[in-house]
């Protein structure tokens, strides 16, 4: 059965405090590893499609990264705007999406 | 603002009820998903339909079904209503492409309230 593992369930930081969140996977055939930002009673937003170990795709303070086993989603001197839930997606033929890590940035 | 549009955005029925969600994918975009995502829980997949199609299935309940219509838009049919289907009920569209998995662009959702 695919699996999802997000960790850690929930994350504090002090703003600049840099920082990592880990998606493991254990999916056959995957055609995509998708991260997904949500904040509180909202739908997911896109942030990032990964497709192959080695992958890097950087957006403003965030960077994701792949390999065969996880993903990495790194946030670099954060912001408290950057307060939410993170979410990974597996493709392997339909979604599986992890339980999330909630971040929070105080100021 | 995804572009996917869902109602309605709240609602409050009772157990044993029958309730009709609706979802309108972006405009050019072939599949439609549906979510469940209840208190403090994780997204769970539903159902996928691609092009008026059933594409893929997850945890669906028998007491619940969906399909999607000719102009592409889609209705998630709850049905016998019990208290633990109270959630936030998600609507995702993508290009979808048969084979692909695209990027999802989620709607705002509806909250749904059983008492």
């Known amino acids: 059965e695919d699996q999802v593992t997000q960790s850690p369930e929930a994350l504090r930081l002090q703003e600049g405090e840099s920082s990592s969140l880990n998606c493991s996977y254990t999916?056959?055939?995957?055609?995509?590893l998708f991260w997904y930002r949500q904040d509180p009673g909202k739908g997911p937003e896109f942030l990032f499609t990964?497709?192959?170990a080695g992958e890097e795709k950087e957006k403003e303070r965030l960077k994701a990264t792949l390999t065969k086993k996880e993903s990495f989603l790194h946030i670099t001197a954060p912001k408290p705007e950057d307060s939410a839930t993170y979410l990974c997606?597996?493709?392997?033929?339909?979604?599986?999406f992890g339980d999330g890590t909630t971040l929070t940035v105080k100021p | 603002d995804s572009g996917v549009t869902q109602t309605p955005k709240h609602l409050i029925t009772a157990t044993g009820q029958r309730v009709t969600l609706r979802c309108s994918p972006r405009?050019?975009?072939?599949?439609v998903y549906w979510y469940q995502q209840s208190l403090d829980q994780g997204l769970q997949f539903l159902i996928q339909?691609?092009?008026?199609?059933?594409?893929a299935k997850g945890n669906i309940l028998e007491r619940f079904s969906a399909q999607q219509f000719p102009d592409l838009h889609s209705e998630l049919n709850l049905s016998s209503l019990e208290l633990g289907d109270s959630a936030l009920y998600f609507c995702?569209?993508?290009?979808?492409?048969?084979?692909?998995?695209?990027?999802?662009?989620f709607g705002p959702g509806t909250r749904l309230t059983v008492l």
């Open positions: 405009s050019g975009d072939l599949s």
């Open positions: 339909y691609y092009n008026g199609e059933e594409r």
């Open positions: 997606d597996t493709n392997a033929g339909k979604s599986t």
């Open positions: 990964l497709y192959s």
């Open positions: 995702a569209s993508s290009v979808g492409r048969r084979g692909d998995w695209n990027t999802q662009y």
């Open positions: 999916v056959s055939g995957l055609r995509g």
